[in-house]
């Protein structure tokens, strides 16, 4: 069966589709965050894979979770990079709030929409303020989003 899809040039043909679809998205990916995001948002990995590093220079990682509870509430799903810091931030390495992104399962107008909701909670600069009958409970300096 393989073989028949490498002879016909079926595989190739649908390696060149899936390539175009992944550009499409990529691009309305970026697009969006430039309407959308705080000007200091930055972007990372954008080049190749699935996934995307979006990082937020002025809000502080503290905050991850409670952002990423409030964007799942409308519908918006973002993974914190928080818990991935092996150590705390110093004046020589500050750590910034940040959000893993993935596009590979959704259409341009779905990543459009994620990132303009995004943009809106940003903007409000305080998700408990943005969905104040939200439970989440302050845990030290976590924030726990009950399930």
């Known amino acids: ?43 990372s990995g954008t080049a190749a894979g699935l996934h995307l590093l979006l990082r937020l220079p002025s809000h502080s990682p503290h905050d991850d979770l409670a952002w990423v509870a409030a964007a799942r509430a409308l519908g918006v799903g973002i993974y914190p990079v928080s818990p991935l810091f092996i150590s705390a931030s110093s004046q020589l390495h500050p750590r910034s709030g940040g959000f893993i992104l993935g596009d590979a ?12 909701i995004l943009g809106i909670l940003i903007a409000k600069s305080d998700p408990m303020v943005v969905l ?16």
Do not use: F, Y
């Open 1 to 43: 069966m393989q073989a028949s899809l490498i002879d016909t040039g079926a595989c190739e043909r649908n390696v060149r589709r899936m390539r175009r679809e992944k550009e499409r998205r990529r691009v309305a990916l970026l697009e969006a965050v430039a309407s959308h995001l705080p000007h200091d948002a930055e972007l």
């Open 105 to 116: 399962s959704l259409t341009v107008d779905q990543i459009r929409q994620g990132i303009q």
């Open 132 to 147: 104040p009958g939200l439970r989440l409970q302050r845990a030290g300096r976590k924030t726990v989003c009950p399930r």
